[in-house]
């Protein structure tokens, strides 16, 4: 007496199928079923294996595979010092009426509060200029009656991506140059010592 296989279908609880590709096709799975590392491609990290302690998952500089990467140090906070970090110091001259944007930088760190620094001259009648943050004034008016420069220097908030910028205007002329953020970075250290008592 002969034994007659029955090959289950997907609704009765099998695969409706006798090989494993059949199968695979059956249950509706791609061929990432019999990937052993899933590529990127398909969803997967490309990896093999998981990265050290505190790593993180980064793109790589060519931008071509995920990598372990182990972070570097990021400052935690800013503190206004004599320590220069960007600077604008070309001079720029004008006779604008009103306060005009003549100089600008970026600041790409954590929020913290920063020294700004910058000279101004007024060569005929008088020349202001004033610290703005985002276009908006948040510094002190200054103002100069001589063609010699005069250096000033105030302290403000920022945050990250605001603008710090210097605005001028004169009854006369103007010139401003020497225009530069500075500031000190601090860094929290975290201990890795466990203690089990």
Same mark, same amino acid.
């Given at each position: 007496?002969?034994?007659?296989?029955? %090959?289950?279908?997907?609704?009765?609880?099998?695969?409706?199928?006798?090989?494993?590709?059949?199968? *695979?096709?059956?249950?509706?799975?791609?061929?990432? $079923?019999?990937?052993?590392?899933?590529?990127?491609?398909? #969803?997967? &990290?490309?990896?093999?294996?998981?990265?050290? #302690?505190?790593?993180?998952? *980064?793109?790589?500089?060519?931008?071509?595979?995920?990598?372990?990467?182990?972070?570097?140090?990021? $400052?935690?906070?800013?503190?206004?010092?004599?320590?220069?970090?960007? $600077? $604008?110091?070309?001079? *720029? &001259?004008?006779?604008?009426?009103?306060?005009?944007?003549?100089?600008?930088?970026?600041?790409?760190?954590?929020?913290?509060?920063?020294?700004?620094?910058?000279?101004?001259?007024?060569? &005929?009648?008088?020349?202001? #200029?004033?610290?703005?943050?985002?276009?908006?004034?948040?510094?002190?008016?200054?103002?100069?009656?001589?063609?010699?420069?005069?250096?000033? &220097?105030?302290? %403000?908030?920022?945050?990250?991506?605001?603008?710090?910028?210097?605005?001028?205007?004169?009854?006369?002329?103007?010139?401003?140059?020497?225009?530069? %953020?500075?500031?000190?970075?601090?860094?929290?250290?975290?201990?890795?010592?466990? %203690?089990?008592?």
């Amino acid at each position: 007496m002969s034994t007659v296989k029955t %090959i289950a279908s997907v609704p009765q609880g099998g695969t409706g199928a006798e090989s494993q590709a059949d199968a *695979r096709t059956g249950l509706g799975l791609g061929s990432v $079923a019999t990937e052993s590392t899933v590529p990127v491609s398909k #969803g997967g &990290t490309g990896l093999t294996a998981v990265g050290t #302690g505190l790593q993180v998952l *980064r793109t790589n500089s060519g931008a071509t595979a995920l990598e372990w990467s182990t972070p570097s140090t990021v $400052a935690t906070s800013i503190v206004a010092s004599a320590t220069s970090r960007a $600077a $604008a110091n070309t001079a *720029r &001259t004008g006779a604008e009426a009103t306060p005009t944007l003549k100089k600008s930088i970026q600041y790409k760190e954590v929020a913290g509060t920063i020294r700004v620094y910058f000279s101004l001259a007024g060569p &005929t009648g008088t020349g202001y #200029g004033r610290i703005y943050k985002n276009g908006s004034p948040v510094g002190t008016q200054r103002s100069s009656t001589s063609g010699a420069y005069t250096e000033y &220097t105030e302290d %403000i908030s920022v945050a990250y991506d605001d603008y710090v910028q210097i605005y001028a205007w004169a009854s006369g002329t103007y010139g401003v140059q020497n225009f530069s %953020i500075r500031y000190d970075k601090q860094f929290d250290v975290t201990s890795s010592t466990v %203690i089990t008592d």
